[in-house]
């Protein structure tokens, strides 16, 4: 019972959080972007770029496998998808986020 009140409560902060970050734009240090769609014709570009231990977990991502699959395809990636996963440890992946964007 305490492991489901402590995700409730901490989904509960996160709910309030986003929702003054949204709609607030206080704390913020820029606006974020907007996408538009690409030009007719166009498609943008977007990649899991899995892990090499070919494990398929989604948050074992790196920027060198990001690289090599960009030097691959001789594209640049506009999207790049990952998942956190929980079971993992619930701390923010800052470092991923650090170098995707």
Request: hydrophobic share 40%; aromatic share 16%.
């Amino acid at each position: 019972m305490g492991s489901i009140y402590k995700h409730s409560r901490l989904f509960g902060f996160l709910l309030i959080a986003f929702l003054f970050f949204n709609f607030t734009n206080e704390g913020l240090a820029q606006k974020p972007a907007k996408i538009s769609l690409p030009p007719s014709g166009y498609l943008y570009h977007g990649v899991y770029p899995g892990p090499e231990d070919l494990s398929g977990e989604e948050n074992l991502i790196t920027l060198k496998s990001l690289k090599l699959y960009e030097t691959a395809v001789r594209k640049k990636a506009a999207w790049v998808y990952f998942s956190h996963e929980w079971s993992q440890g619930e701390d923010f992946p800052i470092d991923t986020i650090t170098w995707i964007q």
